[in-house]
């Protein structure tokens, strides 16, 4: 099993930064695929941003703004999330993949394990 623990999320002006983590407890989450999706009112949830062994992949919506990475030794992923938009507005989740270690799964169907969610609001 997966304990996962997100943090960070807050309100912030268009324009600015903020830094999610999501602390992993249980097995190591180098054996995993960590995701990032974010769900905004009255849609559904969306991919962001998945890290999994080297590889990192990024939503074409927040592409050039966010970045995924990881600390093996603090069993603890990350969301950098600079020029923030009032669209990035949302829940965000970090997931767990079991058997994803060395994919780079976008489907959130493919994650057995989540986090219980921070709230990220960008205002203008």
């Known amino acids: 099993q997966v304990q996962l623990v997100e943090s960070g999320g807050g309100l912030v002006q268009a324009g600015g930064s903020l830094r999610l983590s999501c602390a992993a407890s249980g097995r190591t989450f180098s054996s995993y695929a960590m995701g990032w999706f974010r769900q905004a009112p009255g849609q559904e949830r969306e991919f962001v941003a998945v890290i999994s062994r080297d590889s990192t992949v990024h939503a074409a919506s927040v592409k050039g703004r966010f970045t995924i990475s990881g600390d093996s030794a603090k069993n603890t992923v990350y969301l950098q999330m600079n020029s923030l938009k009032t669209e990035d507005t949302a829940v965000y989740y970090c997931?767990?993949?079991?058997?994803?270690?060395?994919?780079?799964?976008?489907?959130?169907?493919?994650?057995?394990?989540w986090g219980q969610g921070t709230q990220v609001t960008v205002s203008s």
């Open positions: 997931a767990a993949a079991s058997d994803g270690y060395g994919y780079v799964y976008h489907s959130q169907n493919k994650y057995d394990f």
